[in-house]
């Protein structure tokens, strides 16, 4: 049996359309009709050698310019396409705030996400689909919408070229504007876009989002991913991120450590949580982490388990959520109260970023409401034992040589800045919430 919700779909590009279009556009997009002689901003990373506990975004001698790519592309790109009118709503100007109880579960009320169209059906089933060219995807966004390249460099330094060609053959990865952003600087990173890959995790493409999230070296700039059949409705490879200057309450919950990776990646459970997961952390190199979280990620979508990830603490931490909140929706296990809500849980909601569309679920959010949402998409205990299982395998058979050194289990809750505690309200979402 075929399992298929109905919701409607995020608009993420003003030029997102259903139906196909024939032809040139005329309308600059990042296809051949448009791309002869275009020019974006290309920001070139370095690539890190050092162990993720140990980096700062103030240890290069390029670290003026590490500002630059934080403050002026990000920030001040993103400001710049607000100011051009190019989003759907003005983000600025919704409601926010932290939710009193133990866990400051943030909820906002944006009713500009809400859209008056009808419900497209989406497969819930298959985490792995093939890339559809009839359908909506990135090439077809406006070249306006496209912040900057973003790759690393030929010389192992930073660089920042204000006009650099693209080269459509190399495929660069870009990062362009959410024109229905959650909060302050959404952005959506778009590995390899020319090669048009379906939304599905490989370790090039995640060691790229842990490395913005290196650069970016904002605890409140976070990266998230959701699979097909997680609530991801573009099948074309992409991470989100944004800034919210409030601790996430997943970066709060107390972890057990299972174990730890010979590569230094230690491995825990997250406790106290209504979403059972792993969380991922430390490492001798940056891609150490990676492709131990990339190769857990792979597992899961060989074996059709959908799943979010959140990027936090500077590439520091790694989340890993199997759910299965839109298997048991398109099987009617889901209470018609829940869905009315029309909040559908992926990576953001599940780190405890609640983005509410109707007034009344806002004036009425508490932290059991959110945690009887968030626990209907928790795998069981029993079923997360497996779907461990599953990836310990893979992580053993992946990595050449790994050994997973299995280690006293042990409870530890961060202290980064990010996770500290912070005030009961948040006016509003401004360039405020992102520090200087």
Same mark, same amino acid.
């Given at each position: =049996?075929?399992?298929?919700?109905?919701?409607?779909?995020?608009?993420?590009?003003?030029?997102?359309?259903?139906?196909?279009?024939?032809?040139?556009?005329? #309308?600059?997009?990042?296809?051949?009709?448009?791309?002869?002689?275009?020019?974006?901003?290309?920001?070139?990373?370095?690539?890190?050698?050092?162990?993720?506990?140990?980096?700062?975004?103030?240890?290069?001698?390029?670290?003026?310019?590490?500002?630059?790519?934080? !403050?002026?592309?990000?920030?001040?790109? +993103?400001? !710049?396409? =607000?100011?051009?009118?190019?989003?759907?709503?003005?983000?600025?100007?919704?409601?926010?705030?932290?939710?009193?109880?133990?866990?400051? &579960?943030?909820?906002?009320?944006?009713?500009?996400? %809400?859209?008056?169209?009808?419900?497209?059906?989406?497969?819930?089933?298959?985490?792995?689909?093939?890339?559809?060219?009839?359908?909506?995807?990135?090439?077809?966004?406006?070249?306006?919408?496209?912040? &900057?390249?973003?790759?690393?460099?030929?010389?192992?330094?930073?660089?920042?070229?204000?006009?650099?060609?693209?080269?459509?053959?190399?495929?660069?990865?870009?990062?362009?504007?959410?024109?229905?952003?959650?909060?302050?600087? %959404?952005?959506?990173?778009?590995?390899?876009?020319? *090669?048009?890959?379906?939304? #599905?995790?490989?370790?090039?493409?995640?060691?790229? /989002?842990?490395? =913005?999230?290196?650069?970016?070296?904002?605890?409140?700039? #976070?990266?998230?991913?959701?699979?097909?059949? /997680?609530?991801?409705?573009?099948?074309?490879?992409?991470?989100?991120?944004?800034?919210?200057?409030?601790?996430?309450?997943?970066?709060?919950?107390?972890?057990?450590?299972?174990?730890?990776?010979?590569?230094?990646?230690?491995?825990?459970?997250?406790?106290?949580?209504?979403?059972?997961?792993?969380?991922?952390?430390?490492? !001798?190199?940056?891609?150490?982490?990676?492709?131990?979280?990339? !190769?857990?990620?792979?597992?899961?979508?060989?074996?059709?388990?959908?799943?979010?990830?959140?990027?936090?603490?500077?590439?520091?931490?790694?989340?890993?959520?199997?759910?299965?909140?839109?298997?048991?929706?398109?099987?009617?296990?889901?209470?018609?109260?829940?869905?009315?809500?029309?909040?559908?849980?992926?990576? +953001? *909601?599940?780190?405890?970023? =609640?983005?509410?569309? #109707?007034?009344?679920?806002?004036?009425?959010?508490?932290?059991?409401?959110? +945690?009887?949402?968030?626990?209907?998409?928790?795998?069981?205990? *029993?079923?997360?034992?497996?779907?461990?299982?599953?990836?310990?395998?893979?992580?053993?058979?992946?990595?050449?040589?790994?050994?997973?050194?299995?280690?006293?289990?042990?409870?530890?809750?961060?202290?980064?800045?990010? %996770?500290?505690?912070?005030?009961?309200?948040?006016?509003?979402? %401004?360039?405020?919430?992102?520090?200087?």
């Amino acid at each position: =049996m075929m399992l298929r919700i109905k919701r409607v779909p995020t608009v993420v590009s003003n030029y997102q359309k259903e139906e196909a279009e024939e032809g040139g556009c005329g #309308r600059n997009c990042l296809r051949s009709c448009c791309l002869p002689g275009a020019k974006l901003p290309l920001y070139a990373f370095k690539t890190a050698s050092k162990a993720v506990s140990e980096q700062s975004p103030v240890d290069s001698v390029n670290n003026e310019l590490e500002v630059e790519f934080l !403050d002026s592309l990000v920030l001040g790109e +993103w400001e !710049d396409r =607000m100011q051009r009118g190019l989003f759907r709503y003005d983000v600025t100007a919704c409601e926010t705030k932290v939710i009193p109880g133990k866990y400051g &579960f943030i909820a906002q009320l944006n009713e500009g996400r %809400h859209l008056k169209k009808r419900p497209t059906e989406f497969r819930v089933d298959k985490v792995l689909q093939p890339f559809d060219e009839s359908k909506f995807n990135f090439t077809k966004v406006g070249q306006e919408e496209v912040l &900057f390249q973003f790759g690393a460099s030929e010389d192992n330094d930073v660089h920042f070229f204000p006009y650099a060609p693209i080269d459509v053959d190399n495929s660069p990865s870009v990062v362009a504007i959410n024109v229905s952003p959650i909060e302050y600087g %959404h952005v959506l990173l778009i590995p390899r876009i020319f *090669e048009c890959l379906p939304q #599905r995790i490989d370790r090039e493409s995640f060691l790229l /989002a842990l490395h =913005m999230a290196v650069e970016a070296g904002n605890p409140y700039f #976070r990266l998230g991913y959701n699979s097909l059949g /997680a609530f991801a409705t573009i099948n074309h490879l992409h991470f989100q991120a944004y800034y919210l200057a409030t601790p996430f309450p997943i970066e709060r919950a107390p972890s057990k450590k299972i174990t730890t990776t010979s590569g230094g990646v230690k491995i825990s459970h997250i406790l106290n949580y209504p979403v059972r997961g792993l969380v991922f952390e430390g490492g !001798d190199s940056l891609k150490d982490l990676s492709d131990v979280v990339s !190769d857990a990620c792979i597992c899961l979508q060989e074996n059709n388990i959908p799943y979010n990830v959140l990027i936090a603490d500077s590439g520091k931490r790694v989340f890993l959520f199997p759910q299965c909140y839109a298997e048991k929706q398109a099987l009617g296990e889901v209470s018609s109260e829940l869905l009315d809500t029309q909040v559908n849980p992926a990576v +953001w *909601e599940i780190s405890g970023h =609640m983005v509410l569309k #109707r007034k009344e679920d806002y004036e009425g959010a508490s932290e059991e409401n959110a +945690w009887r949402l968030l626990a209907e998409v928790s795998l069981s205990e *029993e079923r997360l034992e497996e779907v461990k299982e599953l990836i310990f395998e893979a992580i053993s058979s992946c990595c050449v040589g790994e050994v997973v050194a299995m280690a006293p289990a042990e409870e530890s809750v961060s202290t980064d800045p990010a %996770h500290e505690d912070s005030d009961d309200s948040i006016k509003g979402s %401004h360039p405020a919430m992102v520090p200087a």
